[in-house]
Nanobody
Framework: QVQVMESGGGLVQAGGSLRLSCTASGSIRSINAMGWYRQAQGKQRELVADITNGGTTHYADSVKGRFTISRDNAKNTVFLQMNSLKPEDTAVYYC???????????????WGKGTQVTVSS
């Protein structure tokens, strides 16, 4: 499994922005799709956005128009630009190999520590 480190979370007021980074220990070129996931307290982890090597993106309905996922292969990093943040976006955000999550199940893949995003109203 690819080893990743998430960063960029913090405390913001509703309407604010954050830019999350997910840096992999190795090349992400061989990964079919990288995804950003989040888990709010007391809720299941959910897929927020993902991006393929070909640049195809997907967003959960709850974040469409507000979040943008992008990739910088040279830096082995995937970003999540989060705009117009809402209190319901509050969660721990994780990145992972989407294919691995689908193939093995979320309970059987390695998850990093994630980065906390807290949005106040």
């Amino acid at each position: 499994q690819v080893q990743v480190m998430e960063s960029g979370g913090g405390l913001v007021q509703a309407g604010g922005s954050l830019r999350l980074s997910c840096t992999a220990s190795g090349s992400i070129r061989s990964i079919n799709a990288m995804g950003w996931y989040r888990q709010a307290q007391g809720k299941q982890r959910e897929l927020v956005a993902d991006i393929t090597n070909g640049g195809t993106t997907h967003y959960a309905d709850s974040v469409k128009g507000r979040f943008t996922i992008s990739r910088d292969n040279a830096k082995n990093t995937v970003f999540l630009q989060m705009n117009s943040l809402k209190p319901e976006d509050t969660a721990v955000y994780y990145c992972n190999d989407k294919f691995d999550v689908i193939r093995f199940g979320s309970e059987y893949v390695y998850w990093g520590k994630g980065t906390q995003v807290t949005v106040s109203s």
